[in-house]
């Protein structure tokens, strides 16, 4: 131990009489020069993460440490079931590894990460021990070693995107990560880790190579020694019994297991015995190795130097490359802006993944129905149809489709569907948007209608043109002429792009300018302005006519006699 360090009081925190020294900001430098957990990725109340850059870089960057490769070592699991009680014998063994008896005195309390017995959670984010420690490798080489503790995961005030961020990116950022597990390696255990693995890989670069190094279970508390023995030999049996896959196997356990060995170069487990129940019960322990089972403490001694020892220690690697010091904090950046932003999805609770499945679904056949239906009534090979029958018809299989809807058993409860049934609303009335315009094609009229306007526009300013040029008033008739020859060549454009298919984007615009000239009158309007205008000028049609006057006039007499 740092014989430097002050005791902690029996819950495992620093005594009041300490706070001054343990109440310690990224601002300020290290008192005393005294080694401590320091916060370098905080949680905040929003469920925002936020990197301590300033005391990351006073740790990393440091001359002696700064330019060294490094092992990172973190510990992760569920919230309460130990982990920073373990961090501090590990603690413990880099300080004294040169002894055997690197424990220490039997009745020395345990201090270092902060640790608590009880039910309530102690570490959040991500703590780094602040002294990085320089181990000589077998082969003479000098590495930096980097001890982290997480947050527990799925404790009653982190959310599940919390929980995820936190074991991912300390799984990013270690060489080897220790999955603290309590008992047994439930399949909830290996789902959990899938899920956590998946959602750091998504936020590192696609390599050949699998995305992390070292994943060590670590079963606490295992109750069958009887079956396979506490230690390494035993767990990797065990682990390789839990991880094996069969052709018996059920599809998704078979991918969850297909997953994590393909995430780890190495995978290991290791079986610890309970500590006993004075540790478990006793309010007042303070990590006295007196007061600890001797079953635990004989595979302590055996665990942590199997962990830490110098011959046992991997140096990070990212890409098949090794990292240093300095080039670990340009990752923890790099890392941490990707969760800070939008980039991920958020990882979501079986519960909720399962009901937005199940409505999604139940929309799809909702939407399945729907299109069945308006296909028979307007698919491709059904003729035209009346725009208010079509109408009606679209309102008659909206209804029926949105019953399916209904008339699926969902889960999460009718405000979860709501939003599902509104999706399904919107989407159906975009379909319809579609379905119109596929029935629309369909009428020639309106397939006519641009170069009916087209043809409309050259025959009135031709018309225009001639009165105008009449009665003197050549500017007007100019005028006309100019937009007569525009008219005409849109007309010839347009029919080439219609009989080529070339420059299609040219004629969209001219349909759009012909629809808006077309529904500007609209037709009925149209048509009655057409009629008035011919009534209110009769007698030129007459005088330019006089044939169709004179049996006009015998029409009205024969009506007369009858």
Not at 346 to 361: D, F, G, R, V, W
């Amino acid at each position: 131990m740092a014989k430097h360090r002050k005791d902690r009081d029996s819950w495992g925190e620093w005594s009041l009489s300490d706070k001054n020294v343990y109440d310690w900001s990224s601002e300020e430098e290290e008192p005393d020069g005294r080694a401590r957990p320091v916060q370098v990725l905080l949680v905040k109340d929003d469920h925002t993460f936020e990197l301590d850059e300033a005391a990351l870089s006073r740790i990393l960057l440091s001359e002696e440490v700064r330019d060294r490769e490094v092992v990172a070592i973190s510990v992760a699991g569920a919230f309460r079931k130990g982990k920073s009680f373990l961090m501090d014998f590990m603690l413990r063994y880099m300080y004294n590894h040169a002894s055997e008896d690197w424990l220490g005195d039997s009745d020395e309390p345990l201090t270092g990460f902060s640790w608590r017995g009880g039910s309530e959670r102690e570490t959040t984010g991500i703590q780094i021990w602040s002294e990085v420690f320089l181990v000589d490798k077998p082969d003479g080489t000098k590495v930096a070693v980097l001890l982290m503790d997480t947050q527990g995961t799925f404790d009653s005030q982190s959310t599940l995107r919390d929980s995820a961020t936190v074991f991912a990116l300390s799984t990013m950022i270690s060489s080897m990560q220790v999955y603290n597990i309590s008992q047994n390696v439930q399949e909830d255990d290996l789902q959990h880790l899938q899920l956590f693995t998946e959602y750091g890989r998504l936020a590192m670069e696609e390599t050949f190579l699998k995305p992390f190094q070292s994943m060590i279970f670590l079963i606490r508390d295992w109750s069958f020694p009887y079956e396979f023995p506490y230690g390494q030999e035993g767990g990797m049996k065990f682990l390789e019994k839990r991880l094996k896959i069969s052709e018996n196997q059920h599809e998704e356990l078979q991918n969850v297991r297909k997953h994590i060995h393909s995430c780890f170069t190495n995978i290991s487990c290791f079986l610890m015995p309970h500590p006993g129940l004075k540790v478990a019960t006793n309010p007042h322990f303070d990590g006295r190795i007196k007061e600890i089972d001797g079953e635990f403490i004989n595979n302590l001694k055996v665990l942590v130097p199997w962990l830490l020892s110098p011959r046992n220690i991997d140096v990070k690697e990212i890409n098949g490359s090794k990292i240093t010091c300095r080039g670990l904090v340009e990752y923890f950046k790099a890392y941490i802006k990707i969760y800070q932003g939008e980039e991920l999805p958020h990882p979501k609770s079986m519960l909720q993944a399962t009901a937005e499945a199940n409505n999604l679904a139940a929309v799809a056949a909702a939407k399945d129905l729907y299109n069945k239906k308006m296909e028979e009534v307007c698919g491709g090979d059904r003729p035209f149809l009346a725009p208010s029958e079509l109408q009606a018809r679209h309102s008659v299989i909206r209804e029926e489709a949105l019953q399916v809807f209904r008339g699926v058993k969902k889960m999460g409860g009718e405000e979860f569907s709501r939003r599902y049934l509104q999706q399904l609303e919107g989407e159906i009335d975009e379909v319809f948007v579609q379905y119109i315009k596929h029935n629309d094609s369909k009428n020639i009229f309106h397939a006519a209608r641009t170069p009916a306007t087209l043809f409309v526009v050259i025959f009135v300013m031709y018309v225009a043109a001639g009165i105008t040029g009449f009665v003197g008033v050549d500017i007007i008739a100019s005028l006309c002429n100019m937009i007569l020859g525009l008219a005409l060549i849109t007309l010839c454009t347009w029919a080439y792009i219609r009989y080529s298919g070339e420059y299609r984007e040219l004629g969209a615009v001219i349909d759009q300018v012909a629809g808006a000239l077309w529904d500007q009158g609209s037709t009925n309007e149209a048509l009655y302005k057409l009629y008035n205008v011919a009534a209110n000028h009769r007698h030129l049609y007459h005088h330019a006519f006089p044939g169709p006057q004179v049996d006009e006039v015998a029409e009205e007499q024969d009506k007369k006699r009858d």
